[in-house]
């Protein structure tokens, strides 16, 4: 059991890394949206935060499968850590959701890109002018994604190493 045990720890660190890593592309290029004029280099931007799309909802469901069962396993659940650890995780990917959608889906639609609604693919349609385009991509709330996601992790982290209550 203490095998398995250590085994799971071993693959919650790895999911989170690969998490981080993969989702870190579009946190880079969310950055580096904020100052892009050239629509061919945006779209290209855009896409790359696709591609891993696949590579970081996997492995944030490894993460928390994972972490469930070594809850279980630790005896931990029923501690208000573990509790508080779940809700902070939902919160965070909730409002991250929010931001992440309300913003870069439309933005696509705005700038003459294929884009999505609810999942269902949409072909480009005329974009709005160069100084629109400017406009929205300087309306983007880079940072405040970045701490969300980011301090989110920390307390994830501080929560699972200190156990506090």
């Known amino acids: 059991m203490a ?5 799971l720890k071993f693959i919650h660190v790895v999911a989170a890394f690969t998490f981080l890593m993969g989702h870190g592309v579009a946190v880079a290029l969310s950055f580096q949206l904020k100052k892009e004029t050239d629509t061919k280099r945006i779209e290209a931007m855009f896409d790359l935060s696709a591609t891993m799309w696949p590579v970081y909802i996997l492995s944030l469901l490894v ?3 994972d972490g469930i069962l070594i809850s279980f396993l630790g005896h931990y659940w029923g501690r208000a850590w573990v509790w508080t650890s779940l809700v902070a995780l939902v919160v ?6 929010m931001i992440g959608q309300g913003t870069y889906h439309p933005m696509r639609r705005k700038l003459g890109l ?3 609604i609810r999942g269902d693919h949409f072909p480009p349609e005329p974009a709005v002018p160069p100084a629109e385009q400017a406009r929205l991509l300087a309306e983007t709330k880079p940072w405040e994604m970045l701490i969300i996601g ?6 994830i982290a501080w929560l699972m190493m200190f156990k506090p209550f």
């Open 63 to 65: 993460l928390l499968l």
């Open 150 to 155: 980011y301090g989110g992790f920390i307390l």
């Open 92 to 97: 965070m990917i909730v409002w991250m959701f």
């Open 3 to 7: 095998t398995l045990y250590l085994w």
């Open 114 to 116: 294929p884009y999505m």
